[in-house]
């Protein structure tokens, strides 16, 4: 069954850091370009950051300096390190492949909250 499991968001305040988590089936992730994407309230999903399969990764402007983005190929999970968060980095996350054309079903996605 194809299917993309994300974890570990929360409330946090501004300044503070979370760990996404995301676990995949060998299928979506062996071999593929991986990617976080986020979608706040009335916004358009975006990209944050994607990761090739030896490593080589991308990351949108927002996002460059404060999170850092990694994948275990040998457990098809992927993560997603997040600092220095701010109140407009609020949104659901997920992940998925990095290329539009070969996106899965998303999942449920995971709620990062920052505020005071």
């Known amino acids: 069954q194809v299917q993309l499991v994300e974890s570990g968001g929360g409330l946090v305040q501004p300044g503070g850091s979370l760990r996404l988590s995301c676990a995949a089936s060998g299928s979506i992730f062996s071999g593929y370009v991986m990617g976080w994407y986020r979608q706040a309230p009335g916004k358009q999903r975006e990209m944050v950051a994607t990761?090739?399969?030896?490593?080589?990764?991308n990351y949108a402007d927002s996002a460059k300096g404060r999170f850092t983005i990694s994948r275990d190929n040998a457990k098809n999970t992927l993560a997603l390190q997040m600092n220095s968060l701010k109140p407009e980095d609020t949104a659901v996350y997920y992940c998925?492949?990095?290329?539009?054309?070969?996106?899965?079903?998303w999942g449920q996605g995971t709620q990062v909250t920052v505020s005071s």
């Open positions: 990761i090739g399969s030896r490593g080589n990764t």
């Open positions: 998925n492949r990095g290329i539009q054309p070969l996106w899965v079903s």
